[in-house]
């Protein structure tokens, strides 16, 4: 039964990857537009929250389009890097991150917006340059609805099929993750594998929700009178 | 008293600045000129105080005129300068203190001694950061956190982080305003003996009368965004 745990890494690993590279790309673009008003910002934010709404596979779609072979992003990155996407697991950790981007932009969008403008104010009249009033003062703030969204999107991650699988394929050990797996044991009449497969995922995320449970009130904790 | 001449001034302020919220419009234009340690801009709500301050401050931009304080020119439209908040080095006290409330107390004093990206430690010590805690009382409360002060523990917090920088001058938004009377009292004479002990430029924001009587050496009367009337007590 290794194949389920090389499943498993697998997956930890495309999920944990997705999730990071989303923590810059969602905390960046979400403090953009909570502090940015430009022509188009409404736009942008119903473009930017597709992937939540969109079915997985047309995004796999448009992934294929974009990195496959003959893309334009695709046959760039071969011309030039010899980098091939497809049928790789990068290309899963692509099709993830995409996925489960809106669940973090949007969480550090409203945590942004939600912080005090005034306490921003007065760490600039403090003298501290901009990037320290978003380290010192906006980030310490928002993190809690960041956090949650971050979590939410390694869940989501985690249970990513259609995208990855258009993208990355379902080859064993190399880009067939946890769903992925279960869906082709149950197809190919295996299933004791699936009842592994199935237990496993269920564990892994009762052990992420238990994580969340850990990490979250320990901020509220501080704030608490004695 | 000392009579500086005009080009001596502490307060040389002159600006202009239109805003717009949808339908509603409001010209605010000034001119205020003061050599008084402890200056009081009076007048109702909407009468142009806060956005006179944070012009001050250089939160908002003026669309016209100049701002000089000590003969330090923070701002002048003609001469194409704009100091931003951080160079101005102006201590500002908010109407609601906007004490950092994930830092403690001695963290939020410290806050402005602490360069680069990270916040000062927990434990931090500091001579400056020392002086402020003993003269303002503070020191029981150092490792407390903002949503565990009352009102005027509050106010004493936002002094002293505004104090430890050596700001050039101490701009106050209604320090008052939250505190019960009592201690409003208390805290408005303790404000007028700490200025006369170090000397440091004041302008405070008021509605109140009695802030004015007792706290102005200079006082300036704005209605609708205009000077109503100078007067010197």
Redesign the interface.
């Known amino acids: 039964m290794d194949g389920a745990w090389i499943a498993l890494l697998l997956t930890l690993k495309v999920a944990g990857w997705a999730t990071l590279l989303n923590l810059l790309l969602g905390v960046a673009v979400g403090h953009a537009l909570a502090h940015r008003a430009f022509p188009g910002r409404s736009v942008l934010d119903a473009i930017l929250t597709l992937p939540m709404v969109m079915p997985p596979t047309v995004l796999g779609y448009y992934l294929l389009v974009l990195i496959g072979n003959h893309g334009p992003l695709g046959s760039w990155l071969q011309a030039t890097f010899g980098i091939n996407l497809i049928f790789t697991w990068q290309g899963a950790v692509i099709a993830a991150t995409i996925v489960a981007f809106p669940l973090v932009f949007k969480a550090a969008r409203a945590a942004f917006e939600a912080v005090?403008p005034?306490?921003e104010?007065?760490?600039?009249?403090?003298?501290?340059?901009e990037?320290?009033v978003?380290?010192?003062?906006s980030l310490?703030?928002a993190w809690r609805g960041i956090l949650s969204g971050l979590l939410l999107a390694f869940a989501r991650a985690t249970g990513e099929f259609g995208a990855t699988l258009m993208v990355a394929g379902s080859i064993p050990g190399k880009t067939q993750t946890l769903s992925i797996a279960v869906f082709e044991a149950v197809q190919a009449g295996q299933d004791d594998v699936a009842a592994l497969l199935v237990g496993l995922t269920s564990l892994t995320c009762l052990a992420v929700l238990l994580a969340a449970g850990k990490l979250a009130p320990g901020y509220t904790t501080?704030?608490?009178?004695? | 008293m000392n009579t500086p001449a005009c080009d001596g001034a502490i307060w040389d302020i002159d600006i202009a600045r239109h805003y717009r919220h949808g339908q509603r419009r409001f010209d605010l234009a000034l001119q205020i000129n003061s050599s008084a340690g402890r200056l009081v801009l009076f007048g109702p709500s909407g009468a142009g105080k806060s956005q006179t301050l944070q012009m001050m401050a250089g939160l908002v931009r003026p669309d016209r005129g100049h701002i000089r304080v000590s003969a330090q020119t923070l701002f002048d439209s003609a001469a194409h300068i704009n100091l931003s908040a951080r160079q101005r080095q102006l201590g500002y006290v908010f109407q609601d203190y906007a004490l950092f409330p994930h830092l403690t107390v001695l963290q939020n004093i410290a806050f402005g001694l602490a360069r680069g990206w990270r916040n000062p430690a927990r434990n931090i010590s500091h001579s400056e950061v020392e002086r402020w805690l003993l003269a303002l009382e503070l020191q029981p409360l150092a490792g407390l956190y903002p949503a565990q002060l009352s009102g005027g523990q509050c106010q004493r917090t936002a002094l002293a982080r505004a104090l430890v920088t050596g700001p050039k001058a101490l701009l106050l938004d209604e320090p008052f305003a939250a505190l019960d009377r009592p201690l409003r009292l208390r805290l408005r004479d303790e404000l007028r003996d700490l200025q006369q002990q170090i000397q440091l430029p004041m302008l405070l924001i008021t509605h109140d009368e009695d802030d004015v009587a007792h706290f102005a050496q200079d006082i300036v009367h704005l209605a609708h965004g205009r000077v109503h009337a100078k007067e010197q007590s």
Do not use: E, H, W
Request: hydrophobic content about 50%; cysteine-free; glycine content about 4%.
């Open positions: 005090d005034q306490l104010q007065a760490a600039r009249v403090l003298g501290v340059s990037l320290a978003f380290f010192r003062v310490p703030l501080r704030q608490t009178p004695r």
